[in-house]
């Protein structure tokens, strides 16, 4: 027997291996689980009822198992590859990561995506690093409102206080949880501060000269005082620290708290045993009086210095993530909506599809449509990256979260709420900043071994000591193991990556360029050929009919069966044509038979006669004669650059339609920019020889192919490839998609299809070459930039661990104190943050 199950509760590639597992241990059961279906194929000898799969997915976590509703014998799909595994990613649909994450209804991330793109449903730490979890951004978040005058009214929408007539206003969102936790945090410091300032300055009193707190008490009272003054910072105000310590060894994943955990915790320990039972140490550990050498200020400087660094993280953490909350405001909260004329202000979230919206000067376009009334020009920086306002006129489409100028506009609504063009942006910028980067699987297979190898150095620095060291040896091996355990950080690894990847990503999204996700931009980085379409990349995709030309019939009749044949075709030149014809006051009539032939035209019957409007390959197809005469003439107009289609009635050419479509103005110099950076250009258009060679030779592309099919565009990348070649495309349409997937970077202009835009992995919200100039050094600079992080966090690793080990000691007399280290711990990982917070700065 094999059934198909629903499994809900996976978020990553881990939960789907412990699914697998658990369902493969219950007898005569052999499972195959898929991550992107969120199914289970399960085979069976005889039949195991559904409640025995349920009882064990319960025990092992948060899963439940469903027969599915559309339970068939299918064969076993694939296992699913990590879901921060982005390989296959270009063929799913743009956004489907986003709907697993709210599927799971979690809010909060991992910094270091320990367990890849999995979500969590509180606020917390990490089960595998410790760290503080991080808050996703909120798209379409529902505002609520409120008076002025009196708070406590609070309102789903806009309108009037029932107390005083006032108008409701927007209430402010409630404070982010990174906001929260830094707030947590600094409250915490300060206690921590209050608390070990006094134990350090008596600690350190020895070296003050005539020591003044002898003359009050003993050292032993003070060190009673010390004791006191210890417990707060270390039961309240850093707790956390070794409640993280105590999960890692529990669960077995050793991180950067553990050897916190371990180094603090033992000085605290060594002081309390040395306070109380003071008769238990040796003479070594013992000072002149006779009292035991105590380690609190140690203890206490090291958990409030570690407790410094997690609160410059915290505030830098809300930064990296800047681009995603500057994105967030631009969405407006609220919207007049138009019924009979009468103009009501309502909630951004009533707002329905075919919704009439009157936007006013200077106010924020409220959701995606169309302008149906009036004209105006609109600044679409924030989403383009470009600075000069856009004309817009009827018919002409407008996007969320842009800012109308000085005219006043009525507009349809198209797309609303998580379709809008800002918020597919915002959600593809929060999946992009989460996803994984190849090269951070270096750091990953090192960050594995890391802890066990730093305790294994603590220990052995600590026998190296007790045997060859000076005396007392016993208390320079205890010192110097305590400060190797506190100067590893492998946070500093761990945040060498992510970190840069989402401040990367969200300069990319301010600038125009959508990265779907961190592999993308590696391999952007490496991409040696450029692969690019014609119409609509290169040239505007605006095309106009320049001309009918007609052998022997009316050109109006000629023009008339064309553009009835073309009115049921989306494809730009089709459109082109059908306005030509309205503009000429040509009736469309009715067709029959209609059909596309991919790559060569289209093919009817209008008013009785078989026509037939493409290509020369087109005109094979149908078996049409072409008069020597006409193929002269045809071919002289595309050398000049235009795109000429033939028009053959019932099986024979009787003229042709030359279209023209202009070179965008930012072509030309992106090409050279491109060119100038070792990257080889090539156009791949479906157009013929002569209109290509003639595009070709206006840009000083030295390689092109004219004549492509979508399978040739395939096949020419499989080639490249082949040879070693890392691949990027830029196209489209629809039939740039396959060319988009199989390519290492498949970059889909914004003005394209939606089955470009999924294919690919870069998006270009203008639409436009330069975006990929901008792609390309964005790229450059984040790994660089990651590169930067690592070699840091490696060389911090590398060199910290054998000077707090006491390398230096037999050369120049130096030894770390574990306060020193645990300075410089915090200071690494803040570091690495501030470096990737520099790409913010980065001018593309």
Known sequence: MVHTYTITGMSCDGCRKKVEKTLNTIDGAEAVVSLESKQAVITMDTHIPLTVFQDALAAAGNYSIEMSTAEEKSPEPTPAKSCCSTKDSNTKKAHSHTHNHTAAAGKYYCPMHCEGDKVYDKAGDCPVCGMDLVQEAVVNQKVQYTCPMHPEIIKDGPGDCPICGMDLVPMEPDESDDNKTYNELWRKMKIALFFTLPIFIIAMSDMIPNNPLMKVMSMESWNWVQFALSLPVVFYACSMFFVRAYKSVLTWNLNMFTLIGIGSGVAFLFSVFGLFFPSLFPAEFKTETGSVHLYFEAATVILTLVLLGQLLEAKAHSKT???????????????????????????????????????????????????????????????????????????????????????????????????????????????????????????????????????????????????????????????????????????????????????????????????????????????????????????????????????????????????????????????????????????????????????????????GKKVALGNKKLMEHVKATIANDLENTVIAEQKLGKTVSYIAVDAVAVGFVAITDAIKTTSANAIKELMSEGIEVIMLTGDNENTAKAVADELHLTSFIAGCLPQDKLNEIKRLQAEGKIVAMAGDGINDAPALAQANVGIAMGTGTDAAIESAKITLVKGDLQGIVKAKKLSHAVMKNINQNLFFAFFYNVIGIPIAAGVLYPFFGLLLSPMIAALAMSFSSVSVIANALRLRNLKL
């Open 321 to 607: 993530s800047g681009a995603i909350k500057e994105l967030l405001k631009l969405a407006p909260t609220q919207a007049t909506l138009v019924v009979d004329g009468v103009d009501k202000v309502i909630s951004i979230h009533d707002i329905k599809k075919g919704d009439l919206l009157r936007v006013k000067p200077g106010d924020k376009i409220p959701v995606d449509g169309k302008i149906t009334q009036g004209e105006s020009t609109i600044d679409e920086s924030m989403i383009s990256g470009e600075p000069i306002p856009v004309d817009k006129a009827v018919d002409d489409e407008v996007i969320s979260g842009t800012i109308n100028g000085t005219k006043s506009f009525v507009m349809i609504a198209e797309k609303v709420g998580s379709e809008t063009l800002l918020a597919q942006i915002v959600q593809m910028v929060t999946d992009a900043s989460r996803s994984r980067a190849p090269i951070q699987k270096l750091a990953d297979s090192i960050a594995k071994y890391f802890v066990p190898i730093v305790v294994s150095v603590a220990v052995i620095t600590f026998f190296v000591w007790a045997i060859y060291g000076p005396e007392p040896a016993l208390v320079y091996g205890f010192i110097n193991a305590i400060a190797v355990l506190i100067i590893a950080c492998p946070c500093a690894l761990g945040l060498a990556t992510p970190m840069s990847v989402m401040v990367g990503v969200g300069k990319g999204a301010q600038s125009g360029v959508l990265i779907k996700n961190a592999e993308a931009l590696e391999v952007m980085n490496k991409v040696n050929v450029l692969i690019t379409d014609k119409t609509g990349t290169i040239t505007e995709g605006k095309p106009s009919v320049e001309k009918v030309v007609a052998v022997h019939n009316n050109e109006q009749d000629l023009l008339q069966l064309i553009a009835s044949l073309n009115q049921y075709s989306e494809h730009p030149l089709a459109q082109a044509v059908v306005n030509f014809a309205k503009a000429k006051n040509s009736s469309l009539t009715e067709v029959n038979d209609f059909d596309s032939v991919t790559g060569k035209g289209v093919v009817g019957t209008v008013a």
